[in-house]
C-alpha cells in the first residue's frame, strides 16, 4: 500500500447546517410564511429546490417540476429563488459562527464545521449544551433554524448533523461509546462523500452498511477504492484526518444572473439591472480580499439564446463604478434592440491574477485611497442593513 495518513489531534468538531435554507430564508423575510407548505422555485421557474417540512409533509417532492406540483399541490406557496439575498443571509449565519469559534470552515452557502474544541472551558458548557446555545444563537440573531451534529471528525459530524435533523432538540451528539451503534444503523450510501457510483461499487462487495466498511482493511480499501476509502474507514472509526480550516479557496469566477420578470428589449432596463449584477458581484469579491482580470458580459434572449463576450484587463479590479464601464461597452456589442430579452448576466474571472501595469509618478493615489475607502463604506453599511440600503443611480431598481 503506497497510501499513508497523517492523522490530526483529537478535536471536537461540529457541523452547523441551516434547515430548508431557502425556505427559511424567505420566512425570515415574510414572517407570515411560518408554519405554511412553502416551496422555493430555481430562477427560471423550472423545478422545487427547496421545501419547508410543511410542504415535505404535503408530498411535495424535491427536483419535482412547477407546472407538475402546482397541479397536484395547490395549496402550496411557490416563490422563485433570490439567490442573492440568500448569499447575505448566509454571510450573516457564517459572521454568528466566526464571532463563536476562532475555526470555522465554510463548506456550502448553508453549511459551516465549526471546531468547538476547549470551547467548553470559554462557555462554562459541556459540548452539548454548546451545541443548543449556538443553535439558539443562530435562531435569535439570523432568524434562521439550523440542525448541529457534534463528533470527533468532520464525517462523523456530518452524519450526526443528518441524524439531528429527525429530532426535536435539533443537536445530536456522536460521542466514542456511540460510534460503533451508529455505525451498524448506518447505511453506506448516507455516508458523506459516497454517491451512487460508490455505493454501487461497495455494494457489490458486500458492503452494505458503514460498520461493514469499517471493518475492511486499510490495503483492501486502499486497492479498491484508494486514498479516500482510507480516509474514511479512520473518520468513520473517529481518528480525524481532516481538521477545521480556515482558508479560505478563492472561487474560479464569479457570476450573477437573475430573470428579468419581463421579457424587454429596453436597454436602459437592461443596464440598470446589469449593474446591479456587477455591484452585487464586486463585493463577493471584496469578501474574498481579491480582484479580477477578466469582464464577461451575458444576454439571454425570450427564446433562451444566450449571447456572451468577454474582455482582458490590463490590470485588477474590484470596483463596479471601473467595471461598469468595461460591462457597459460590452453589452452595447451584442444588444440588439429588435429583440426581447429575458435576462442579463455578468461573470468575474481570472480571479486572483495580478496585472502588467506599472504604478507611475502620476498614478493618482489619493483618487484610489478615497475609492477604497468609498468601497469599504458601502460594504459595511450593506452587512449593517442590508443590501442597497443606499440607493444610487448606478444600482436603482426600476419598478
Not at 345 to 366: F, K
Request: proline content about 2%.
Amino acid at each position: 500500500m503506497n497510501n499513508t495518513l497523517i492523522m490530526v489531534r483529537q478535536k471536537v468538531i461540529a457541523l452547523v447546517d441551516c434547515d430548508s435554507f431557502f425556505v427559511s430564508c424567505e420566512q425570515k423575510r415574510n414572517p407570515e410564511l411560518k408554519n405554511k407548505a412553502v416551496c422555493v422555485l430555481s430562477n427560471n421557474e423550472g423545478c422545487v429546490i427547496s421545501r419547508s417540512k410543511e410542504a415535505k409533509k404535503m408530498g411535495v417532492r424535491m427536483g419535482e417540476p412547477y407546472f407538475m406540483a402546482k397541479k397536484e399541490h395547490t395549496k402550496a406557496i411557490y416563490i422563485t429563488a433570490d439567490h442573492e439575498y440568500y448569499s447575505q443571509v448566509s454571510h450573516l449565519v457564517m459572521s454568528i459562527l466566526k464571532d463563536f469559534s476562532p475555526y470555522v470552515q465554510v463548506y456550502s452557502v448553508d453549511e459551516a464545521f465549526v471546531d468547538l474544541t476547549g470551547l467548553t472551558k470559554l462557555y462554562k458548557k459541556n459540548y452539548k449544551k454548546l451545541a443548543i446555545y449556538l443553535r439558539e444563537k443562530i435562531l435569535k440573531e439570523a432568524d434562521i433554524p439550523v440542525s448541529i451534529g457534534v463528533s470527533s471528525t468532520k464525517t462523523l459530524a456530518k452524519l450526526a448533523s443528518d441524524k439531528s435533523k429527525n429530532i426535536p432538540e435539533g443537536v445530536f451528539l456522536i460521542g466514542k461509546r456511540k460510534i460503533q451503534n451508529v455505525l451498524s444503523s448506518t447505511k453506506i450510501e448516507e455516508i458523506w462523500g459516497i454517491g451512487r457510483r460508490l455505493t454501487k461499487r461497495l455494494k457489490s462487495h458486500g458492503i452494505l452498511t458503514a460498520k461493514e466498511l469499517v471493518q475492511k482493511s486499510d490495503k483492501w480499501l486502499d486497492s479498491k477504492i484508494g486514498i479516500q476509502g482510507i480516509e474514511m474507514r479512520h473518520e468513520l472509526l473517529g481518528e480525524m484526518v481532516s481538521s477545521v480550516s480556515n482558508e479560505q479557496k478563492l472561487p474560479k469566477s464569479i457570476q450573477n444572473t437573475r430573470a428579468f420578470g419581463i421579457f424587454t428589449s429596453d436597454f436602459n432596463f437592461i443596464k440598470n439591472e446589469l449593474n446591479r449584477h456587477i455591484h452585487t458581484s464586486c463585493r463577493k469579491l471584496r469578501q474574498y480580499e481579491t480582484k479580477c482580470m477578466q469582464i464577461g458580459v451575458m444576454l439571454r434572449t425570450k427564446d433562451f439564446k444566450v449571447y456572451y463576450t468577454k474582455k482582458d484587463l490590463l490590470y485588477p479590479l474590484d470596483f463596479e463604478l471601473e467595471i461598469s464601464n468595461i460591462a457597459i461597452k460590452l453589452l452595447e456589442d451584442i444588444y440588439n434592440p429588435e429583440i426581447l430579452y429575458r435576462s442579463t448576466g455578468v461573470v468575474l474571472e481570472r480571479i486572483g491574477e495580478q496585472g502588467t501595469e506599472q504604478l507611475s509618478l502620476y498614478t493618482d493615489q489619493e483618487k484610489n485611497i478615497k475609492k477604497e475607502k468609498l468601497v469599504k463604506c458601502f460594504d459595511k453599511l450593506e452587512s449593517k442593513f442590508g443590501k442597497n440600503i443606499i440607493q444610487t443611480g448606478f444600482t436603482k431598481k426600476i419598478k
